[in-house]
Each structure stands twice: as structure tokens, then as C-alpha cells.
């Protein structure tokens, strides 16, 4: 699924309908701001107002996947194609989150012997010092690479207005969280909840 592509196909179909962005965010009860996001491909719209936007516009939700108008003959071809796209997005979102925990594993595992050395032999100060400061490079590393891959597994949803978005790096680390769900503030509705982690943007 093209992003860009669908996001060029909102907007000429709301121009043919002749509204502006206020006029269409203001039919689905949402900002301009997000009409302007979904235009310019840098987010998309979720679930809950895929048929809100396709009644609006006067298309089907897999026209709107598509990012095109469709003929009869092309229909069944193009919604195998959205369903397709929608699961390798799911699997490659999963293939990051265990890939981020067997890299914060790795580093762990890699750092634990230089920290075992460094307290269980006698040696100088600087040459423990070093060791202990490798030992916490690796897994500060690994940590960083962890959670910039689960980051971007996926999206996180907000359980009030189902809005689905990926957090900047400081709110991913920063907040508090479980396996599953982050505190994070919704950029749409501006509430501040557990969101829980989902595969598909």
C-alpha cells in the first residue's frame, strides 16, 4: 500500500467533490491538520473512518487502498493485492519486534562477561573502568537499536479516538509502559493513555 499514492487520490477526489480540507475534516468530525497529513502521505486514515472518507468521496475503501479509481475487471485483483500488502506489513512489524528483542538480548548477553571480569579478577582501576565502560556502551547501544526497531514496528493506537501514529523517539523512551502498550499522548485527540502497540500503520 502507497501511502503517497493514496494520499494524491484523497486529495484530487475531494477537490472533484469541491472541498476544501476544513469542509471534509469537518464532515468526519476530525482536524484539517489530519486531512493535510493523509494528503501529503505521511500518515493514513484509521479504521473507524475508512467508510466515513470513502462515503465523503464517493469511492470504495479498496479504491482508497489502491490509490485509484478501479474497473469492474480490476476489482478482485486489487483488493487481493491491499489484503496482501496488509499482512506483509504485519509480518515485517512482527519480524522487527523480535529482531529488537534478540538485539537488547545480544547486548546484554555480550556486556555480562566484561562486567564478570571486571569485578572478578584483580586488575588496575583504569583497566576495570574501561571494561566496565565497554561492558555499558554495548548494552546502551543495543538498547537504542532495540527500541528504534520496535518503534517502528508498526504504530500505537489510541484507545479514544482509535487514532493510530508513531510516537517521536523521546515519548517512545521516556514514558511509561508494558509489553504491549505505551502512556503516550494522542496527536489527535491530545488525551494521555496506554496505547497499545499495533502491526499495521
Not at 494520499?7 to 472541498?19: Q, S, T, V
Not at 554495548?138 to 500505537?156: P, Y
Amino acid at each position: 500500500m502507497d501511502q503517497t499514492k493514496t494520499g494524491r487520490f484523497i486529495a484530487e477526489e475531494r477537490k472533484c467533490k469541491k472541498y476544501t480540507q476544513r469542509e471534509l475534516a469537518d464532515r468526519l468530525g476530525i482536524s484539517d491538520k489530519t486531512i493535510s497529513k493523509w494528503e501529503r502521505g505521511n500518515g493514513f486514515p484509521e479504521v473507524s473512518l475508512l467508510l466515513p472518507l470513502c462515503d465523503e468521496l464517493g469511492i470504495t475503501v479498496n479504491e482508497l487502498l489502491s490509490g485509484e479509481r478501479l474497473q469492474e475487471t480490476d476489482y478482485k485483483k486489487k483488493a487481493e493485492e491491499n489484503m496482501v500488502d496488509l499482512v506483509k506489513e504485519a509480518q515485517e512489524s512482527k519480524k522487527k519486534i523480535i529482531l529488537s528483542a534478540m538485539v537488547a538480548g545480544l547486548a546484554i548477553f555480550a556486556a555480562t562477561p566484561l562486567f564478570v571480569l571486571a569485578g572478578a579478577i584483580e586488575i588496575e582501576t583504569w583497566l576495570r573502568a574501561t571494561l566496565i565502560g565497554i561492558g555499558s556502551c554495548v548494552i546502551a547501544l543495543g538498547i537504542v537499536i532495540a527500541c528504534i526497531l520496535d518503534r517502528d514496528a508498526g504504530a500505537f493506537e489510541c484507545p479514544v479516538c482509535q487514532e493510530r501514529f508513531i510516537p517521536d523517539m523521546r515519548d517512545y523512551i521516556m514514558t511509561p509502559h508494558t509489553i504491549t502498550k505505551r502512556r503516550l499522548r494522542c496527536p489527535k485527540c491530545g488525551s494521555l493513555r496506554y496505547c497499545r502497540h499495533v502491526l499495521t500503520k
